[in-house]
Nanobody
Framework: QVQLVESGGGLVQPGGSLRLSCAAS????????MGWYRQAPGKERELVAM???????NYADSAKGRFTISRDRAKNTVYLQMNSLKPEDTAVYYC?????????WGQGTQVTVSS
């Protein structure tokens, strides 16, 4: 099992930016994939972005062109850079790591986009 610690959430105005971080307790390259889901009140959890061990990325349609997922091997950290934020991006964002035994999740970080 891996420990995932998220940070970087907060309150931002529409059009603003935030960078979420997900620090893993072991090498991020030990996982098949890592990424971010989000869950807004009353809605199902949805995939936002993911990156595979070989660096392939995938984004939700709502995130394409605005969000970028990246990683830092030395820091065992995955990032989600979010630009041009909209009120509909408001949600709790969860980091995950997918390995041979299933997925591990972080505790979540709140992102609120509001004026």
């Amino acid at each position: 099992q891996v420990q995932l610690v998220e940070s970087g959430g907060g309150l931002v105005q529409p059009g603003g930016s935030l960078r979420l971080s997900c620090a893993a307790s072991r090498s991020i390259f030990s996982f098949n994939a890592m990424g971010w889901y989000r869950q807004a009140p009353g809605k199902e959890r949805e995939l936002v972005a993911m990156i595979t061990s070989i660096g392939d990325t995938n984004y939700a349609d709502s995130a394409k062109g605005r969000f970028t997922i990246s990683r830092d091997r030395a820091k065992n950290t995955v990032y989600l850079q979010m630009n041009s934020l909209k009120p509909e991006d408001t949600a709790v964002y969860y980091c995950y790591a997918a390995g041979p035994l299933g997925r591990d999740w972080g505790q979540g970080t709140q992102v609120t986009v509001s004026s």
